[in-house]
């Protein structure tokens, strides 16, 4: 509370800059500013209420969020959510979208892809493979057509993706064909 109470002073006293202030108080700027913000949405000068504690101007600061809609808010169901996401065309985004649908108080996306991939970590074993160099390429087609335009006659057509990567280097080479 010392350092906000001396950036209040600062500022409103002696009139400085952040960047002065937050040198003096050896703070960021950007905390400079945001105890600067904050002290204005609470409707704080300088010199501060007499009868106000530190106590008091910390509430006052930085207040609780808000309960009843943090208390409402319903956890996804990581299983479910892993076992849709094998699913064809099937995103973490299109999952967040349909539980924000269910409950619109509900995380974000951020948090929500984060979460997963904690709880994806301690599922998902992983084994490393090595692969020595010019030994092995690995080939295959990408699931979904794409259209393709001629670009004689403007038709468009569907056609599929060969994709092949090397082993070692993962060095990638992707094509589209006319068929398989």
């Not at 960021?28 to 704080?44: D, P």
């Not at 509430?59 to 808010?73: E, H, I, N, Q, Y």
């Not at 403007?154 to 992707?174: D, M, P, R, T």
């Amino acid at each position: 509370m010392r350092k906000i109470k001396e950036v209040l002073r600062l500022k409103y006293e002696r009139s400085l800059t952040n960047r002065i202030i937050a040198k003096s108080c050896s703070i960021g700027r950007t905390s400079v500013a945001e105890y600067l913000r904050r002290a204005e949405e609470a409707g704080l000068g300088w010199p501060l209420p007499p009868d106000l504690d530190d106590a008091e101007l910390d509430r006052r600061l930085f207040p609780p969020p808000p309960s009843d809609v943090a208390g409402s808010r319903t956890f996804p169901n990581w299983a479910e959510v892993h076992r849709e996401l094998r699913g064809k065309g099937v995103t973490l985004f299109l999952l967040w979208e349909e539980y924000k649908q269910n409950d619109p108080h509900g995380y974000q996306y951020s948090w929500f892809c984060e979460q997963y991939r904690k709880w994806a970590e301690k599922v998902d074993v992983v084994m490393r493979q090595e692969h020595r160099a010019g030994e092995k390429l690995f080939v295959d087609y990408a699931g979904q057509t794409v259209p393709v335009i001629d670009p004689g006659t403007g038709e468009i057509k569907e056609s599929q993706i060969f994709l092949a990567v090397l082993g070692a280097s993962n060095y990638s080479y992707a094509e589209a064909t006319g068929t398989q």
